[in-house]
């Protein structure tokens, strides 16, 4: 079931595309961006990663942390990453239990997660659920949002 705005965000411990250990918790002090992606190298995942990678400026003057998830394997997201020069971690969720926690899939044997994000606050707490997202524009919505243009 997908977290709702207020609830604490599911923790998690993840390895990154560059074979680092991310743990949401060590997070805290910060805003952060969780974007799901279904599959590397596909038009609309390369459309969302390289809006957020061409944003990247505006997320860090506003201390906010940007992390892709999916269930691909590290080399999966290693390579997809070096493409396209994301400057910011790739998660590997292979086993699915991110996706679950945060209802970005509904079966540990789904094949890719849906593309939703969440915005979490300082605290933890989730303080947007983006369930309709658009490649094209995400970054900038969720930008928006956060400095409230």
Request: glycine share 6%; net charge negative; aromatic share 10%.
């Amino acid at each position: 079931m997908m977290p709702k705005v207020g609830e604490q965000a599911p923790d998690f411990t993840l390895i990154s595309h560059e074979g680092l250990q991310v743990a949401l918790a060590r997070l805290r002090g910060r805003k952060v961006i969780l974007w799901f992606f279904p599959e590397a190298a596909t038009p609309g995942c390369t459309l969302e990663g390289c809006s957020f990678r061409d944003q990247m400026n505006y997320f860090d003057e506003n201390n906010i942390v940007v992390l892709g998830i999916s269930f691909n394997d590290v080399e999966r997201n290693d390579e997809f990453a070096a493409q396209y020069q994301f400057p910011f971690p790739l998660l590997c969720d292979t086993d699915r239990t991110v996706g679950m926690a945060y209802g970005a899939c509904d079966d540990p044997r789904a094949r890719n997660a849906n593309r939703i994000s969440f915005l979490i606050d300082e605290d933890g707490q989730i303080a947007r659920v983006y369930d309709s997202v658009n490649p094209r524009d995400h970054a900038a919505q969720v930008l928006a949002d956060v400095l409230g243009v």
